[in-house]
């Protein structure tokens, strides 16, 4: 594991007219209430099958994902934080399908996902900043190593 990653496989909640799964809990959140975590804005995003997002990492920004499926994805982390005791790691976990799993990655931890199903996934994100900021009047709080040839973060195809 890489510290400060949160994987947590989500219950789910099912009778006759579907399905239920707390995605965000104040009291439940752990570590980030501990860090002050608390989400700033929410989205959703499809990802067609075989196509990739990231890698790349935020700042300062700490995201929250829930992959809900129907597809599944390929999730990756590597710690590019230099004074953390699991620096240079690497890790992988899949996410989504039939499983809802919860996410918390920290600032400074490169990821990626990429959708490994026959179908497409999604993907709720409940970030702790605002995209761009305020007003989208700042710049972007990412590096985005996916831009970079020679980056040591890649996605497996």
């Given amino acids: 594991m890489i510290e ?7 219950d789910v909640f099912k009778d006759a007219r579907g399905w239920l799964a ?18 700033a ?3 959703v995003s499809e990802t067609k099958p075989e196509v990739s997002r990231g890698p790349h990492e ?3 920004q700490t995201d929250w994902f829930v992959f809900v499926g129907p ?12 004074d953390s005791p699991t620096f240079g790691e690497k890790m992988e976990v899949e996410a989504g399908g039939e499983e809802i799993v ?3 990655i920290p600032p400074g931890v490169v990821h990626g996902y ?3 199903s026959k179908i497409p996934a999604r993907v709720i994100c409940l970030p702790d900043k605002l995209y761009r900021g305020e007003g989208k009047r700042e710049e972007v709080d990412e590096i985005r190593h996916e ?3 020679n980056s040591p973060f890649k996605i497996s195809f």
Avoid: T
Avoid at 4 to 10: A, M, P, Q
Avoid at 71 to 82: S, T
């Fill in 58 to 60: 935020h700042k300062n």
């Fill in 114 to 116: 990429k959708c490994v």
């Fill in 4 to 10: 400060g990653v949160v994987i947590k496989k989500l």
């Fill in 71 to 82: 597809g599944k994805f390929r999730v990756y982390f590597w710690d590019n934080r230099k």
């Fill in 102 to 104: 919860l996410v918390i």
């Fill in 147 to 149: 831009e970079d040839p």
């Fill in 22 to 39: 707390e995605i965000f809990r104040s009291d439940e959140m752990g570590l980030s209430a501990q860090a002050g975590y608390k989400p």
């Fill in 41 to 43: 804005m929410a989205y």
